[in-house]
């Protein structure tokens, strides 16, 4: 037996409400902030070499700097994707991780060498933490570490990192003043301390990776706080406005005798974070598969940073390039 037609009233009904549903989606307002890549994005001359983007930072003149495993390993750009100079392929061993103190030094921390190097913006090297080529944990010593966060007044907190599991603090001399964290998923321990950043209240923020949160202490070390479970951190940056950036990407199973979990990531992700851990907007990219990357995919998302218009450099692993987006207004 075959079923009724629809009646003409059920018809109309039905015509109703999906004009309605039309008009919805065209009278809609969109009150999300979006990011749209910049495909020319940046203009790189033929002998520059990209590897591995693994570490960006932006200076207070808007200069977009990358620290890439490629020649030179550190590159700057400006905002329009213009190349103005490069250096460090004579003495970089590994880039991991790039960042700027007030004075505009340039600091680069060298997972290869295990050490971090403090640098003048036209590459004169002019001071040298850690023993080049020596890993160890003693105050003298590194082991592959990953990222440093330095004060307004010029004390040093460093991530230290894949062989160790602390962060070692320094003061503007270079002088060692003390240590803290072990192996371990209590406060003040760590698996994998991959990033660090600091606020303007003197709060430290760790990308504690492989525990899967973000650990907040103060400038001695004392635990503060933890943001746990929300993803896997792989690095950090504080804005102009003072939130946080983290990428990475989301929680996943933990696998028996991985050097760090979450590894191959299964997506691409991006959250801006307040001080007391709020995330306040989330960002997804797809994850692009290896030597085929499309504009604005991104595989194995490293690092990020932000410009004084609100665009975003963003740097990845596999994917081997740095790629900016423009900061797009809500309707």
Known sequence: MHPAPPSMKSIVGLLSALGALAVLRVTGADVTTQYQVDPTWPRKPADVTWGAMSGISVNDKDEIWLFTRGTPPV?????DGKYLRGWGADFVGKAHQIRFDRDGNVWLVDVGNHV?????????????????????????????P?????????????????????????????????AWGKPGTGP?????????????????????????????????????AEWRDRMVPWSLCITRNGEIWACGSSPMPRVKDKL??????????LIKFNTAGKPLQTLTFPKGEEGREKPGELNWFHA???????????????????QKFVRKKPL
């Open 188 to 224: 003040g321990e760590f698996d994998l301390p991959h990033s660090i950043c600091m606020d303007s209240q003197g709060r430290l923020y760790v990308a504690d990776r492989s525990n899967f949160r973000v650990q907040v202490f103060d400038r001695s070390g004392k635990f503060l």
């Open 116 to 144: 971090v190097l403090k640098c003048a913006p036209d590459g004169k090297v002019l001071k040298t933490l850690g023993v080049k080529g020596e890993a160890g944990d003693d105050a003298a010593h590194f082991n592959k």
């Open 304 to 322: 990020v940073a932000e410009d004084s218009q609100g665009s975003l450099y963003v740097g990845d692993i596999m994917g081997q390039r740095a």
């Open 260 to 269: 760090a979990f979450g590894l191959p990531p299964k997506d691409q992700v």
């Open 75 to 79: 590159q700057v750009y400006d905002r």
């Open 146 to 178: 990953t990222d440093i966060a330095i004060t307004p007044d010029g004390e040093l907190f460093i991530t230290d990192g894949y062989g160790n599991s602390r962060v070692v603090h320094f003061d503007r001399e270079g002088r060692f003043v003390n």
